[in-house]
């Protein structure tokens, strides 16, 4: 299995305080992404990195922003939180490249009350 | 904008039948993922592919470039095979996943 880590794994935190998701890679990738995985909607892209501080948005970015210091760490940040953005939220790296598999963390279960 | 859909949303089967599952996507990608998640668990990746077929113990991938279909097939299904699986079109521009909603799997001994 591809070293994923995501922290923490489950949250619960109130309306309109800021929380931040963690993912950690051992694998020295170049892309990583968050996505959030709703009922009825399946996976979407929030922001997505290709490269040490270079991030972009992705489908559903609004609320969120994301940073990325190191290669190892991807960071995402809810500024303030809204009962909207409770979701499960996974980690992933892959990339452009026909042959590149794509491998998730194991997902943080946020709910916002 | 790439659109990705699976067919069917839910599927029963008993224990030992073939399954097919199938998914169609809107524009040219990369590579065509499949990926199983079990209920409250993470996502794996099952298949990458971007031509042909792949097989992997008693499953079996399947893409057709032209007609953007590809098929996931599980042969001699088991109840530990109960699962939502989902397919993803992978794009060239940075990676980014495009995903079905998922077909829930039911296998009942």
């Known amino acids: 299995d591809a070293g994923i880590t995501q922290s923490p794994r489950h949250k619960v935190t109130e309306t309109g305080t800021p929380v931040t998701l963690r993912c950690h890679q051992t694998?020295?990738?170049?892309?990583m992404y968050w996505y959030r995985q709703d009922p009825g909607h399946g996976l979407r892209l929030i922001h997505y990195?290709?490269?040490?501080?270079?991030?972009d948005k992705g489908e559903v970015s609004d609320g969120y922003s994301v940073s990325r210091s190191k290669t190892e760490d991807f960071l995402l940040t809810l500024e303030s939180a809204t009962s909207s953005q409770t979701s499960v939220y996974f980690c992933?790296?892959?990339?452009?490249?026909?042959?590149?598999?794509?491998?998730f963390g194991q997902g943080t279960r946020l709910t916002v009350v | 904008k790439n659109e990705v859909e699976q067919s069917p949303q839910n599927l029963t089967a008993q224990e030992g039948e073939f399954i097919t599952i199938n998914c169609s996507y809107s524009?040219?990608?990369?590579?065509l993922h499949w990926l199983q998640q079990h209920p409250g668990g993470g996502i794996v990746s099952l298949f990458m592919?971007?031509?042909g077929k792949k097989k992997h113990g008693r499953l079996i991938a399947t893409i057709n470039i032209q007609e953007k279909h590809s098929s996931l097939h599980i042969t001699a299904s088991h109840p530990r095979d109960s699962a939502v699986y989902i397919c993803?079109?992978?794009?060239?521009?940075?990676?980014?996943?495009?995903f079905g909603q998922g077909t829930i799997l039911t296998v009942h001994p």
């Open positions: 524009v040219g990608i990369s590579a």
């Open positions: 592919l971007s031509s």
């Open positions: 993803a079109s992978g794009g060239t521009s940075y990676g980014k996943l495009t």
């Open positions: 992933a790296i892959g990339g452009p490249n026909q042959n590149t598999e794509a491998f």
């Open positions: 990195s290709y490269g040490v501080k270079d991030t």
């Open positions: 694998e020295n990738h170049r892309y």
